[in-house]
């Protein structure tokens, strides 16, 4: 990832802060591996340098709890055991940290253990200062919109062939997706995508995220559990990458070593 990329997202959200007062809630999209997590926390510390209070939330920190989802595999399908899609997140509590932020208030922010594949307990949270400016809501399927019916009826991968024959997982996730999730993304008030090339980029990016973490830290998936994990993504973020960069407000074009094509700012 270049500067050029934080230089673009770091000029779209100053310019939206000189409009108005108060929080500004800005998304960044952008497919698993692509950077987005290293952008958030470069620009606040760009902000944070001229004493703005910046807040980072992302999707991934609203996941439900470990037995939450387990009910959810229970009562509606199994695969909505695996963390990821939508209908995996507790849409409300992020709408609680907007509310809160939005009045100003200080606000706890959520945070998920992926090692763990659970939310850590209150008293590990983070806390958003009282004041707060931006507040950036990063992850992968952050400002998606839901797929027409009929896009639904054909499998894209062995995962839903094979494990979602009938279409139930896909049709809930596009379902819930349609639901609470546009009353989250309804409150952002920019949106900025990091384009992959195409999904199959995807694999490679997180297959060296999880070699990384299992160099470093002693965890992380293997090879053939980051193929199988990534198909449940790879609906969403094919819809994504093809209908996304007609309507966010920055589009920034990246090479599959995360290198900028371009930058396109609506």
């Not at 896909?170 to 989250?184: E, I």
Request: hydrophobic residues 40%; contains cysteine; charged residues 30%.
């Amino acid at each position: 990832m270049t500067g050029a990329a934080l230089d673009a997202v770091e000029g779209l959200v100053r310019r939206a802060l000189e409009e108005r007062g108060g929080l500004l809630t800005v998304g960044l999209c952008g497919a698993q591996g692509s950077g987005k997590s290293t952008l958030a926390a470069g620009l606040r510390q760009r902000l944070e340098r001229d004493g703005m209070p910046v807040a980072i939330l992302s999707i991934d920190d609203l996941y439900l709890t470990r037995a939450e989802r387990e009910a959810l595999g229970r009562s509606v399908h199994p695969l909505l055991r695996t963390r990821g899609v939508p209908g995996t997140h507790d849409v409300a509590l992020g709408l609680r940290v907007i509310d809160a932020l939005e009045r100003g208030e200080t606000a706890l922010l959520p945070r998920f253990d992926k090692a763990l594949d659970d939310r850590l307990p209150e008293d590990r949270w983070e806390r958003a200062a009282a004041g707060t400016r931006l507040l950036l809501l990063e992850g992968w399927c952050v400002g998606a919109r839901p797929q027409e019916d009929a896009a639904l009826e054909s499998p894209v991968n062995a995962l839903e062939r094979e494990e979602d024959a009938g279409g139930v997982w896909r049709a809930f996730v596009n379902r819930t997706l349609a639901g609470d999730y546009q009353a989250l993304f309804g409150r952002l008030d920019r949106l900025a995508m990091l384009a992959a090339p195409g999904f199959e980029i995807v694999r490679r990016w997180r297959t060296q995220q999880e070699r990384e973490l299992r160099r470093d830290a002693g965890k992380g998936m293997s090879d053939a559990e980051v193929m199988r994990f990534i198909q449940h993504y790879e609906r969403l973020t094919r819809h994504v990458l093809d209908e996304m960069p007609g309507r966010a407000d920055l589009v920034i074009a990246l090479d599959e070593e995360r290198r900028v094509l371009g930058v396109r700012e609506k």
